[in-house]
T-cell receptor, first 115, second 110 residues
């Protein structure tokens, strides 16, 4: 049982390049999330999904896109990378139970630098 | 605006020296308050959920408590392996977003 797996762990991009951060979970969780964590700041929600085919914007969605074609995968697409997108990105998932709202399982993160 | 403030930003303890971390929040319609532990280079790991004032949860040397305005994470007789950043987050009804604090970095020296 791997939990939430993110790839790549590290990546350097040039301004204007695009890339996809991969996220997979093997816990059959319907809910999945992308957060970013900047130094000295709290985690901010980028996008989330409540099930395959359903996605919605979070607090800081600009410059990102997501898709959710299966329960297991929730990739995050960065279009036209900018220095402001330098951050650590975390994918997370949770069960559908009402009490599990904040009980997220996080991946180990993808550290992205845009130069 | 919903806000979570954690204090102190950093705390250094000697092994066995008990202390508390604070998480104060302003949110309308609180659904739950959550504590996470984050080790360097890792993702946050869930610790506790608290739903209502007066509620307490315990796990090993950690105990979390909740009032109407704040939560405390009490650490009793800490060990070096308790060193980590502790994050507090809140959720509100009708939203999937968790509002996170900036965290308290705890260092326990042997």
């Amino acid at each position: 049982n791997a939990g939430v797996t993110q790839t790549p762990k590290f990546r350097i991009l040039k301004i204007g390049q695009s890339m996809t951060l991969q996220c997979a979970q093997d816990m059959n969780h319907n809910y999945m999330y992308w957060y970013r964590q900047d130094p000295g700041m709290g985690l901010k929600l980028i996008y989330y999904s409540v099930g395959a085919g359903i996605t919605d914007k979070g607090e800081v969605p600009n410059g990102y896109n997501v898709s959710r074609s299966t329960t297991e995968y929730f990739p995050l697409r960065l279009e036209l990378a900018a220095p402001s997108q330098t951050s650590v990105y975390f994918c997370a998932s949770r069960t559908t139970s009402v009490g599990g709202t904040g009980e997220l399982f996080f991946g180990e993160g993808s550290r992205l630098t845009v130069l | 605006e919903d806000q979570v403030t954690q204090s102190p930003e950093a705390l250094r303890l000697q092994e066995g020296e008990s202390s508390s971390l604070n998480c104060s929040y302003t949110v309308s319609g609180l659904r739950g308050l959550f504590w996470y532990r984050q080790d360097p280079g890792k993702g946050p790991e869930f610790l506790f959920t608290l739903y209502s004032a007066g509620e307490e949860k315990e796990k090993e040397r950690l105990k979390a408590t909740l009032t109407k305005k704040e939560s405390f994470l009490h650490i009793t007789a800490p060990k070096p392996e308790d060193s980590a950043t502790y994050l507090c987050a809140v959720s509100k009804g009708g939203s999937e977003k968790l509002v996170f604090g900036k965290g308290t970095k705890l260092t326990v020296n042997p």
